[in-house]
Nanobody, 124 residues
Framework: HVQLVESGGGSVQAGGSRRLSCVVS????????MGWFRQAPGKERERVAR????????YYADSVKGRFTISQDNAKDTLYLQMSSLKPEDTAMYYC??????????????????WGQGTQVTVS
């Protein structure tokens, strides 16, 4: 059984930084592709970043490129999203996701098998 638990959300001033964490439990085969998504009220869910843990390729949404960094600590079974130069439009619920398939198979649909419960980030 795979579980993803996010943490690190909170309130931050514009221009500040925040690091989100996602602890993953369960088989390592379940997390070949891992990603961060966000959803603001009244808006569609947006893929922020994703990391293929096998070939190490990363993707970033244009809206966060250069400001956010996705990384993984295998020893801690944790996925991170380092966010800097935060803007009010970054305010959203942030979710991490994992899937056993390689990212190139998931990218067209973002149909990840496993999702966390989310952590709220509010930028003012």
């Amino acid at each position: 059984h795979v579980q993803l638990v996010e943490s690190g959300g909170g309130s931050v001033q514009a221009g500040g930084s925040r690091r989100l964490s996602c602890v993953v439990s369960g088989s390592t085969y379940s997390r070949a592709c891992m990603g961060w998504f966000r959803q603001a009220p009244g808006k569609e869910r947006e893929r922020v970043a994703r990391l293929d843990t096998v070939d190490r390729s990363a993707y970033y949404a244009d809206s966060v490129k250069g400001r956010f960094t996705i990384s993984q600590d295998n020893a801690k079974d944790t996925l991170y999203l380092q966010m800097s130069s935060l803007k009010p439009e970054d305010t959203a619920m942030y979710y991490c996701a994992a899937d056993p398939r390689p990212c190139h198979e998931i990218d067209p649909t973002n149909a990840y098998n496993h999702w966390g419960q989310g952590t709220q980030v509010t930028v003012s």
